[in-house]
């Protein structure tokens, strides 16, 4: 234990081993949805579903391990939502696009990735950010999150008669779970009771088995080959130039969803300085596009920090130990595949829709705890309250960390001109700002 403790400084972070073993296990369970959900959408693109399913987990693991020993944060990693579906039914079902030259994009996309943090590009972008967008990126991630756990949870689901979204059946068991969870995480987490969120979820889990809202599967199982996959991207192919535009879009997708999520958790943390530096920046953004690379060559979409690494965050982690729990859990999951379905399989209420009620009562607490970097914001400036305010509402409503960034990225710097402030305004911030602009131009 003494070792762990100056290794990872967890009694100079104000934490405890103990402290660090919840919260890794709290931020896999909030993941593990995603050791199913990957290889069910990547095999819709002719991808073998057992390959992909170790693929993720390795990858994961690695990285996430990486993440805890090399930068010494609470941040794991994983194959990114949304870049899988772009992967899976854009890239190759809609362009026809075979998967393995669609791997070979991932990662050409990811060396692209290594060279810019080699070269200190993404942390001067990260350094750029006024304090206030930072802010508002935590909070916008809280909203997210939040929005993210509400739909899971079927709490809130889309209007068939017409709107967008209305409030779920909240007489059906499955969706007065997560409120239940939510309740007990509330209540424990204001008795300072350790390990709150895993015993809500655990409660509900242990409610929800007699009704088959979670189903238990058995406890292990062989793990399934890696080698439908394994080194399988066709690199001469994705080379290709009518390519080049592809590998862009996953790199810029890829990009700036690490900006916010690594902002928002370091700063959820205290692990931001108060000038909005984030030390070890480098380390952070060298095992994330590392990550990238690795996991195409296993045989999976890209692999970026998670938001969910803030549930355990919320937990207490604060040092690269609850990365490396998360980790070794990934591990496990190959050898312990019933298990880990029990809690991130889902639950399918109706055809073709997949809830996961166990995670989401966590998710929305996590949510609701980013909001007070808010009070970080000085609304009493509009040049600085107004983009900030951009980015906490775009995250949610366009399901998108990148797409929420960018409406804060692209006004902060037009309404600094146009009041005459425009020397507050680093250069990357134009920079960034004509990015977004050529992009939806453009891509």
Known sequence: MGFLDRFFKISERNSSVRTEIIAGLTTFITMAYIIFVQPTVLSAGGMDFGAVLAATCISSALASIMMGLYANYPIALAPAMGENIFFTFTVIIAMGIPW??????????????????????????INAIPMSLKSGIAV?????IAFIGLVYGGIIVKDPGGGVLKLGDVKSLHVL????????????????????????????????LPFGIVQFHGVASAPPSISPTLLKMDLAAAISPQYFPLILVFLFMTLFDTVGTVVGVTQQAGLMKE????????QILMT?????????????????????????????GRTGLTAVVAGLMFILALFFEPLAKMLG???????????????????????AMLMRSVTRIDFSDLTEALPAFLVIVGMPLTYSIADGLAFGFIAYPIIKLFTGRVKEVHPIMHVMGIIFILRYAFL
């Open 100 to 125: 393995n030259v669609a791997l070979g994009i991932i990662f050409i996309s990811g060396v692209l990735f290594l060279l810019l943090t080699f070269f200190n590009v993404r942390e001067l972008m």
């Open 140 to 144: 916008g991630i809280g909203l997210f």
């Open 177 to 208: 779970l997560p409120l239940i969870g939510l309740l007990i995480i509330g209540i424990l987490s204001y008795l300072r009771v350790k390990g709150a969120m895993l015993i809500g979820m655990a409660v509900i889990t242990l409610i929800a």
């Open 275 to 282: 000038d909005g530096s984030v030390p070890k920046l480098r």
């Open 288 to 316: 994330d596009a590392t990550a990238t690379v690795a996991g195409a060559a296993l045989g999976t979409s890209t692999v970026v920090t998670y938001i969910e690494s803030s549930a355990g965050v919320q937990e207490g």
């Open 345 to 367: 399989g889902g639950y399918s209420p109706a055809p073709n829709v997949s809830l996961y009620p166990v995670i989401a009562p966590a998710l929305i607490f996590v949510g």
